[in-house]
Nanobody, 121 residues
Framework: QLIESGGGWGQVGGSLRLSCAAS????????MAWFRQVAGKEREFVAL????????FHADSVAGRFTISRDNAKNTVYLQMNNLKSEDTAVYFC????????????????WGQGTQVTVSS
């Protein structure tokens, strides 16, 4: 089970930090990712982190502003969101254990319920 938290309201130029806590099994060896979805649009890849935390990938739209990290002792993955933009408004989902193309929604069997992030000016 994956449970996101930390969403809410943010201001343009501000920061938020999302957390994704895993329970029920050990996700510490598995790659984990963040996706986001705007109502009426497809869910899009945001960032991925390897099981060890040594390797990360970020979508071009968030590179330099968002940072994915993890604490395997706490079975938790984070998404630090800085310099927020209005277009970052979306529901953010964490996902685990991709098989195949890790940028694809279809690669993931484990998903959280999502947390809403709203950025206002």
């Amino acid at each position: 089970q994956l449970i996101e938290s930390g969403g809410g309201w943010g201001q343009v130029g501000g920061s938020l930090r999302l957390s994704c806590a895993a329970s029920g099994r050990t996700f510490s060896t598995l790659p984990m990712a963040w996706f986001r979805q705007v109502a009426g649009k497809e869910r899009e890849f945001v960032a991925l982190i390897s099981g060890s935390g040594e390797t990360t990938f970020h979508a071009d739209s968030v590179a330099g502003r968002f940072t994915i990290s993890r604490d395997n002792a706490k079975n938790t993955v984070y998404l630090q969101m800085n310099n927020l933009k209005s277009e970052d408004t979306a529901v953010y989902f964490c996902a685990a254990d991709p098989e195949g193309s890790w940028r694809s929604v279809d690669a993931y069997a484990y998903w959280g319920q999502g947390t809403q992030v709203t950025v206002s000016s």
